[in-house]
């Protein structure tokens, strides 16, 4: 079965979730939003991965939201509908709070469901030709708190309102003006733009990076637990790679870093 899932491969320092439905645009099926956790998980045990990736398979689309097809069988009763929203925000929340960086890489449609799952990440680029859209109000479906709450936080109010109240397609780069993504580069040369900006993370200090995505998750919670975050930070003062990376420094080399 090579369609309907998330695919998992890790090289060089990343993670790389894709998710794979090209046939209908990457459109995430129920099954598809269950494994998003243990994934995520998989590569926060791997001492190799340093970032997250997610990214859809094939050219013409990251992701088009969810695959409205199984919403008659899963997600029509009430119950069903409770349960079907839980999923999608456990799958949400297992990136957003992931211990390491996540970087949603765009190429394509990025709409819907598709769309909250890159904004759950704590990086986004795009595809010059990727184009971006919360179509909920089109559709007659209700647009939970806690999926406005991310937006609001990570995208402010006035661009969160925008996006739902118009149900307007956005073009990549009044995109990235608005801030919904950091970075946009042109199609031709996206792939390998990207590949270097994921490569420049995965290169930094993993204690460092962990420490970092703590205190960003923190940030966005009623009452952050600074008392965590507050013991990441020490530990990379009290680890062999602060010292390396004031060697490298000093000797103006790459440092290594090891995680230790």
């Not at 919904?180 to 993370?201: L, Q």
């Not at 420094?249 to 790459?254: G, I, L, P, V």
Request: hydrophobic share 45%.
């Amino acid at each position: 079965m090579t369609e309907g899932l998330v695919r998992y491969d890790a090289r060089d320092g990343a993670a790389i979730l894709t998710l794979a439905s090209p046939s209908k645009l990457n459109a995430m099926s129920l099954d598809m939003w269950a494994s998003l956790p243990d994934l995520v998980h998989r590569a926060e045990r791997d001492p190799a991965v340093r970032v997250i990736v997610l990214r859809g398979d094939g050219e013409k689309a990251f992701c088009a939201g969810a695959d409205i097809s199984q919403f008659g069988d899963k997600r029509s009763e009430a119950e069903a509908i409770a349960e079907y929203d839980a999923t999608v925000e456990r799958g949400n929340t297992a990136l957003r709070e992931a211990e390491k960086p996540t970087v949603a890489v765009i190429k394509g449609i990025c709409f819907g469901g598709g769309f909250g799952l890159a904004v759950a990440c704590d990086l986004r680029v795009a595809s010059s030709d990727s184009r971006f859209r919360i179509p909920a109000a089109r559709l007659g479906l209700g647009y939970g708190f806690s999926n406005i709450e991310m937006l609001v936080r990570r995208l402010g109010l006035g661009t969160t309102a925008d996006l739902l109240l118009s149900a307007r397609i956005i073009e990549a780069g009044e995109a990235c003006t608005l801030g919904i993504v950091n970075a946009v580069w042109n199609a031709t040369d996206f792939e390998e733009e990207a590949a270097r900006h994921v490569e420049r993370i995965a290169h930094n200090a993993p204690l460092t990076l962990k420490a970092i995505k703590k205190a960003l998750s923190e940030s966005e919670k009623p009452a952050p637990d600074r008392a965590a975050v507050d013991a990441l930070v020490a530990a990379c003062y009290a680890s062999r790679d602060y010292h390396e990376g004031r060697a490298a420094f000093r000797e103006k080399r790459e440092p290594l870093f090891t995680g230790e």
